[in-house]
């Protein structure tokens, strides 16, 4: 955004006809206030000019149709329809369908109906618990050997403690330490380097798009599935663009024939640039046939959960769910996991309760992988993503016990309520299936 300037009224003037006479406090001061008010409703009104002609609102637009036709197709299709849990949060965030630039402008601050985690926790008055994520940023980069952290990166209004000139929230904290528990059963090293036919992965639930925005980072020669709710892919979809400007993307854009017996897919395909508009990338169509066959070409595709069973892909070598399988039905969990059988995935990565607590739909995600895949818990700290050690006492050593005892007695407590703690699960696809 420029920087604009007002004239001051004549009353604020410091000499000529505008000099301010005694007497005339009130005057001033309502002068003052318009003066204001004036400079703070230009700058309003030119920004969100500026913001409404950029590319990534226009973009916005575009994808938003597209996701509103899924949501249209999703309902004809009716048995498709989310969990109980997520049609209540979906529900939260409608006004994002007619969201003005500066909104968009600001999508990291609309995050918060998908993570509950919001940009006030990270302001100055919350200062005193930036200690503690640097502690615990401290801890996974010592777990760390090849420099696997990614910071939040501050466009679309990110935010979070800044620590050692990087921002960081628990978001980062929890995408970093799924990244270490990746790398603990190297499964990260097949993505490294350039390759012959770009390999795939497939993220279930990406939700705002956090954990693919920094696995892209890393790993660029990646082609990034993201199958979510329709809703959802407006965050990521839009998010993504934002920080991959250059990215090849494919969304899906509805059906053109009978939506259930007969299916027509069609695909958006995004990416070069328009002749007349450098800055525009070309927007076009592709049939389903194309993408099955092309879909290691793109960087990004996005995909509404109830087209993955006719969905085709070839390499694709992990599959990702970080905190979304808890919250679905037990028919939704192993739905996922079956197509991702079919689709001969050989590893999957789950980040998980078994079940959240609220959720009397789901059985347990852990029974469900073990069907399919042959899993194994991964340890990474001692605490979970959600816990934060106390720096301050880890430096004392009886106070270090003491916490230690504490953390014991707590997870002997808590053994019976083992369905409702998160766990690192990595699993290999069992012979035979597939």
Known sequence: MGQYSVSPHPALSPGGE??????EPQEILSCYILWLKIMFSDRLKRSIEENR???????????????????????????VMPSDYWQEELAGFDYLFDASPLIIARLREHCHHITGIRSYEYRNHHLHRKK???????LLQAEDKKGLFVPESPLLGGFGYRINGCLVNIDTLKFYECLLALDRVNL???????????????????????FAYQFKTLFPD???????????????????????PEASMLVYRGNTQNRVE???CIFMSVGGQDILNPAMPVYGDKPAEHVFANAHIYDFIFLPHYLLPQFDINN???????????????????????????????????????????????????????????????????????DFPDSEKSRNVMASLKNRIHRWKKRKKTHKKEPYQYRHIAGMLKQGMG
């Open 188 to 210: 990260l090293d097949q993505f490294s380097g350039k390759h012959e036919v770009q390999p795939s992965v497939m993220e279930i639930g990406a939700g705002w798009g956090g």
């Open 316 to 386: 694709l070598r992990l599959a990702v769910n970080i905190a979304s399988f808890q919250e679905m039905t037990t028919g939704q969990v192993d739905g996922y996991i079956n197509r991702l059988v079919q689709l001969r995935c050989s590893n999957i990565y789950s980040m998980n309760r078994n079940r959240s607590r609220h959720n009397t739909q789901l059985t347990s995600v852990g029974m469900i992988l073990d069907k399919y895949y042959e899993c194994n818990e991964i340890k990474v700290l001692d605490e979970i993503y959600l």
């Open 53 to 79: 002609d950029d590319v990534l609102f226009q973009h916005y637009l575009i994808i938003r149709d597209c996701i509103l036709a899924m949501i249209d197709e999703m309902e004809a299709y009716g048995d």
């Open 132 to 138: 503690l994520f640097a502690h615990k940023l401290a």
């Open 262 to 264: 007969k299916p027509g």
């Open 222 to 244: 990646v082609t990034y599935v993201i199958v979510d709710l329709p809703h959802v892919l407006l965050f990521s979809s839009v998010y993504l663009k934002a920080l991959f």
């Open 18 to 23: 505008g000099r301010v006479r005694r007497g």
